[in-house]
Structures are given as C-alpha cells and as structure tokens.
C-alpha cells in the first residue's frame, strides 16, 4: 500500500485509543490484579505459602557468635584501661519453629508458641574450635553486685557474705573460662552451702532465672544455654487477612497486650512484628518495626537507599540507636532523664535483663567516640558492624539482613569491697551477636518469577504503549492535517466580449497573461462559446 493511500485519521486514532487503552491496563487494571495476588500468597492463613514458611521456617538463619579476649585483668583490677580483642566468629544455625497454633477468624490472629534452636557449626568455625579458654568478666558475679549496689543497696552485706563462700575464692572480677562453657553448656555454680547468705543469693539468681539447676547442690550458668531448644513464650499476631497492613502485627505476648519493663506507656507498647515477617505494598517512607523479648524494645529501621540484590532492584533500610537524652519521646528508656540516659548510641538493657548490660552496635560504631576511646583494641566499621536489611518493598520480604548487637558490661567500682574496690568506670564490651539471613537462588528465583517477570512485563507494556501511541497519533495527525490543507494553484483568466454577448478571447490575468494567450493548449469548448451563449434580453430593474 503507497503511502498516500493510508487513511491517516483512522491511524491517528487507533494510536490514541492504544495509548489510552494501554495506561488504563498498566495504572488501573495491573496493580489491583497484582496486588490481589500477592496478598493471597502472603496472608498467615491456613493453605497459604506465606503461613508454612512462617511456622516453620525451610532454611536456618545465620547465628555468629563474637567474644572479647581481656589481655590486662590485673590493671583492669586496679583501674587500669582494658584492652581487649575480638575473637570469632563463632558458627550456629538458628532455627525457628511455631507450634500449637491457633487461628481465631473473628479476631483475624494467630497464636503460636515460638522455639529457637542453635546448632554449633564447626566447620564454618574453623580454625575457631568452642574449646578455645578466653578471660571475661564474670558476668554472674559482677551481674549481682552492681545490680544490688545500683538498686537494693542495703542487702549489700548479706549479698557480699553469700557471693565469698560461693565464688570462693573470689580474687577477679574476671574469669577464664571455655568459650563453649561459657555460650551454651554451662560454668557450675556451688550452692552446696548451708549458710544462710549462700542459700539466699542463690535463691534470688534461680527466681530471676540467671542460673538452671544442675542437680541438687549446683546450678549452671551459661548465655545461651537456658533459651537452646526451649519455648521462647506465647505470640498472638495479626493474619492479615482482614487488613494486610497488619500482617505479622504483635498482639500480645505471655498473655499481655504491653509490657511493663519501662515507667512510660509508650516504651511499653509492641509495635511491629517478630522480624520474620512484614506487611507488603510499603513505602520508603515507612519505617521496619520488629520487637523483640530479648531486649524488651521495639526498633524501627528506615530508608537509607537504593540497593540490588540477585540482580534485582532493592531498597536498603538501617537501624541507628539515637541518642535518648536528645530525645524527649524516648525519655522513658532512661533511668532519671535527661542526665541519666545510656549514652547515644546505646540502650539500657538492665530493666529488660536484670542485669548491668548496654547494647550497642559492634565495636561502638554510631555510639558516642568516649566509648570507643576508653577501651583498646576495637576496630568499627560499617560492614561488619553495621545493621541493615535489603528490602523488596512491594511484596513485604527481606532477601537479605543483619542484626547485630553487642553486649557491654556497665563496670563500676564496688565501694568498701576488699577485691573489686578499684575497679574502673567503663562501658566493657563483652560478647557481640550478628543474627542474619540471606536468601538463596531458591527464593530469589521465586520472587523473581512471581513480581519482578511481572512488573517487567507491565512496564515494558507501558513504554511501548506511551511510545507507539505518543509518537504514532501525533505522527499520523500531522500527516493527515497537511493533506487536508493541500493547495491547488489555479491561474485566473479573463474573457472578453464584443458587445453582442460574443466572446471574442480569452487571456490570462496578472503576469501570466502572455504565457496563457500563446498557449496551443486552451480548451476547444472556449472557441465559439459566443454563439452558443444566446442574447439575454435586458432584465428590468424594479426598485
């Protein structure tokens, strides 16, 4: 077909009609369809993927363990500086697994019981063994004076005569110790003693559950070794199917809707999820709340970029602790604020754990330069120490994170104690662990195939439609207005008459009259048009 044979007009508008027609499919019809999909895969309902996964998680999370080596006890004694290494990391699968679950449709929640399970990975360890010996604080030592000094002040002589006869001999606030003793399998506790002080300390560690019983005379201490394989509390969560922006939302926990850990209501609220789940359709602005029970605190992670992973678009979120002085909506995670609040870039973790711990970033990364400054042989930076989660917005899932927190002894002298009377005011790193996922080709594969093959093929349907449709409808109405405008040129002429009516010649007007006049091509019907145009009688003119 030549091309000006093409109805153009008709072109014109069967390119607008697809660019129409091809944006309504790509803004109005896709997203619902997309939207429906994915929230049906995603709900904690019974049948659905989403639900077998969160009950019993197919794949282990990666669970690395960090120790910090004490070089110089002996001036730490005498209030010397620490200096300290990072020894690790130290391999574990973590596996989580939900059980005696229960739906309630009205409510639209979940309840479950939660179980974590850590299993040493040696090969991954390597050349690290478990068998390594390490000096530490003695964490269950120094745990029940300072705790007892800062709160309960006046049982200090009865604590001080119990603490002699069961850490006999009690020459060091430090100990060296196995590393696996000290993670999972447990450091023995003497509690054979009569005397009354004995019976008592060990009374009071094994209510507050720092200590297991080993058999009738002594307990152990570990810190891990008491949550291994054990319940780790009762969950009630949002299923999502009655409003997806509650998917995995904490309801309760034990039985409780709030905590009562903090002096202020909003410190004591669950909000977010357990981590293993967030509610799809989010946006950079929204923030990535989890709680969780071992720090009694809910963290929101945030927006910090673009990032890829698998090949596919992502987005980065990071965790930064703040700095509670400066922030009076978090006063309440202080003990007595402003003045007394953990320093930035720490959280008091005491109320949580019934013991005189901070947690902070590895290595004090992000945490106020005094801490880091304090202490020797640290070494921060931002990735290992850093937390972060690769973020695949749309669907709700994080292909890859890390949660990492250290664990630091707040170590103060003990007044009018023989042996730990000098020891110094510092904030001691004690252990570090980095809980962390990645997603394997597996998974990725997956959501590359249920939402990413998908968005490609809506926005490679959107780019041909803007392009054929823009460029096509203007192209052909272009088109179609310069053909209805052609001009013709027609050469006006002009006839004259002898009088009688006769017209007796024709020439052409303007300039071209000469052209016209010499011209052998005029019509023939023009030669004797006179006569056959007859007369016309003069018309009278009536006024």
């Known amino acids: 077909m030549k091309l000006e044979e093409l109805n153009f007009k008709k072109i014109a508008i069967i390119c607008a009609c697809t660019l129409v027609g091809g944006l309504t499919f790509c803004y109005g019809i896709f997203p619902p369809i997309l939207r429906f999909m994915l929230k049906q895969n995603v709900l904690l309902k019974p049948g659905t993927q989403m639900r077998g996964m969160f009950e019993k998680m197919p794949f282990p999370l990666d669970f690395k363990i960090h120790l910090f080596n004490v070089s110089n006890p002996e001036e730490i004694m005498k209030g010397g500086k620490p200096k300290i290494k990072d020894v690790g990391p130290y391999y574990f699968e973590e596996w989580k697994e939900k059980f005696d679950t229960e739906d309630d449709l009205e409510e639209d929640t979940l309840s479950f019981t939660l179980r974590n399970t850590w299993k040493f990975r040696p090969d991954l360890s390597a050349p690290l063994t478990g068998d390594e010996m390490i000096t530490l604080p003695n964490m269950l030592l120094m745990g029940v004076f300072l705790m007892v000094q800062r709160e309960r002040e006046a049982m200090m002589p009865l604590i001080r005569k119990g603490a002699k006869i069961i850490f006999d001999p009690l020459e060091s606030a430090f100990m060296t110790v196995r590393v696996m003793d000290f993670l999972f399998d447990g450091l023995p506790v003497d509690c054979s003693s009569q005397d009354f002080a004995s019976k008592a300390l060990c009374s009071g560690m094994e209510s507050e559950k720092v200590v297991l019983p080993l058999n009738d005379t002594h307990y152990q201490f570990s810190i891990f070794g008491g949550r291994n394989a054990t319940d780790a509390g009762r969950w009630v969560v949002y299923r999502g199917v009655k409003n997806i922006k509650d998917l995995g939302r904490i309801v309760s926990f034990n039985g409780e809707t709030e905590m009562d850990t903090y ?25 990535l709340w989890a709680w969780s029970p071992e720090i009694c605190r809910s963290m929101g992670a945030t927006y910090g970029g673009k990032s890829k992973y698998a090949g596919m678009p992502m987005s980065y979120f990071e965790l930064d602790f703040g700095d509670l002085k400066n922030e009076p909506e978090n006063h309440c995670f202080c003990r007595d604020p402003p003045e007394d609040c953990p320093p930035k870039g720490t959280m008091d973790l005491a109320p949580c754990l019934g013991a005189p711990l901070l947690g902070s970033k590895p290595h004090f990364i992000d945490a106020d330069p005094k801490l880091l400054e304090e202490v020797q042989g640290l070494e921060p930076n931002r990735e290992d120490h850093d937390m972060f989660i690769n973020f695949e917005l749309i669907s709700g899932t994080p292909v890859s994170a890390a949660k990492r927190l250290q664990f630091n002894l707040e170590m103060e002298p003990v007044r009018d104690h023989e042996v730990l009377g000098n020891l110094p005011n510092v904030i001691l790193p004690v252990f570090w662990v980095q809980e962390g996922v990645s997603l394997n080709k597996t998974w990725t594969n997956q959501l590359k195939y249920q939402l990413f093959l998908g968005l490609k093929f809506n926005a490679t349907v959107k780019w041909l439609t803007i392009i054929i449709g823009t460029v096509g409808s203007i192209g052909a109405g ?23 009516g006769r017209i007796i010649s024709v020439s052409s007007a303007g300039k071209d009259r000469e052209a016209i006049n010499n011209s052998k091509n005029l019509p023939a019907v023009l030669d004797g048009l006179g006569e056959r145009i007859p007369k016309m009688a003069p018309v009278e003119q009536r006024y």
Not at 263 to 287: A, H, M, V, W, Y
Not at 489 to 500: H, K, L, Q
């Open 263 to 287: 002096d202020g209501d909003e410190c004591n609220q669950f909000i977010g999820t357990d981590s293993t789940i967030f509610p799809p359709f989010l946006t950079k602005e929204d923030r």
């Open 478 to 500: 272009i088109m179609h207005y310069k053909r209805s405008t052609k001009s013709v040129n027609v050469t006006p002429v002009e006839a004259v008459s002898n009088g009688s």
